[in-house]
């Protein structure tokens, strides 16, 4: 039957799989949220009614305090993370941003959970607008410490690529190891990037405005469906 080779198709096991996962229901929430921002701004400037922007301005508000509900807690893992990393033996640069990236991020995750306690009315607070800003400042230091780590490990692979034999057997085997490291590299840095305007826009670090964010969060939270959609394969 039609309806037996729909429900027992390995894609549709690998989608159960993928949702159950929780980074996989937040890069799915956060594709959601950050195309509602665009697509609502893309409303506002082509003069569309205000109806018709109010859902979509409802799912970007909606989603993100879920998101932050689901983020409650990371802080832990993140500062495990960071201790690990500092443990680590390796290329001192990479080992440094790791732990720097960690940190940040275990600082910017223990102010997200306090912000959303207030923007959940469960606790309110009343410095909620720096609570809210110091989040933002310790996202983009720990964005920035991937940025740099990026960077520093594509020179790293052209350095190994200009070393290799290609007309080796095994130089062969090892530049086609390389080309999917920086393939890899190449991916998560443009995440990254993308995922700098926000903060940027946010702090007013830079004047960018929600059809940039909204497009460029969409984009970065796309190859975080796609990336963990492989790892769920």
Not at 211 to 226: D, E, P, Q, Y
Request: glycine share 6%.
């Amino acid at each position: 039957m039609v309806a037996d080779a729909v429900i027992y198709h390995p894609t549709v096991a690998h989608y159960l799989r993928f949702v159950a996962t929780t980074v996989g229901c937040d890069k799915i929430l956060r594709t959601l949220q950050y195309f509602s921002r665009f697509y609502s701004w893309y409303l506002f400037r082509t003069n569309a009614t205000a109806s018709s922007i109010v859902p979509f301005d409802a799912i970007k508000k909606q989603f993100l305090l879920t998101r932050k509900l689901m983020r409650v807690g990371k802080n832990v893992e993140h500062l495990k993370a960071a201790a690990v990393a500092a443990d680590s033996k390796g290329d001192a640069v990479l080992k440094y941003c790791a732990v720097g990236r960690q940190l940040a991020f275990a600082v910017y995750f223990s102010f997200d959970t306090v912000d959303y306690l207030h923007a959940a009315g469960i606790r309110k607070s009343a410095n909620a607008k720096r609570v809210h800003k110091e989040a933002l400042r310790f996202w983009f230091v720990g964005i920035t410490f991937n940025v740099v780590a990026g960077l520093y490990a594509l020179w790293q692979l052209r350095q190994k690529e200009q070393r290799i034999d290609k007309k080796d057997g095994e130089g062969v085997v090892e530049s086609k190891k390389l080309t999917k490291e920086r393939t890899a590299t190449n991916i998560q840095l443009i995440s990254d990037l993308c995922d700098m305007t926000i903060p940027l826009s946010a702090l007013e670090y830079a004047n960018l405005d929600d059809g940039i964010v909204g497009l460029a969060g969409t984009v970065s939270s796309l190859l975080g469906v796609w990336s963990q959609w492989k790892k769920t394969a």
